[in-house]
């Protein structure tokens, strides 16, 4: 189902945009990530093996429902609120996953 409810902009932006012919419009059907996907997607980002992403993995999932969008948005935002952050003196990103479930 769509995150955003038909009466919102976008979508009348959207409809618009194909009804005038104007432009072609394709619409892709963004799934849900499982939470092995999201797994891979940290380990890859963060330069890690899984087993070290696996807990934080977990907890983006469940933050997120998956949800790709949701995933990049959750993550900008520990990054950005020093939750998660690269350390220099160990040379890897590190998080607290108890202080991030709060």
């Not at 070290?52 to 997120?64: D, I, P, R």
């Not at 998660?84 to 991030?100: A, G, H, P, Y």
Request: proline share 3%; aromatic share 8%; glycine share 6%.
């Amino acid at each position: 189902s769509n995150e955003i409810g038909e009466n919102e902009g976008i979508l009348k932006t959207i409809n618009s945009i194909e009804q005038s012919k104007n432009a072609k419009v394709i619409k892709l059907d963004i799934k849900e990530l499982a939470p092995g996907d999201v797994g891979k997607f940290l380990s890859a980002i963060l330069c890690l093996p899984l087993r070290y992403t696996e807990e934080l993995a977990g907890l983006v999932h469940s933050k997120t429902r998956g949800n790709p969008f949701f995933v990049d948005q959750f993550l900008k935002t520990i990054i950005h609120n020093r939750m998660l952050q690269f350390s220099v003196k160990t040379r890897r990103w590190e998080w607290d996953c108890d202080v991030i479930n709060m």
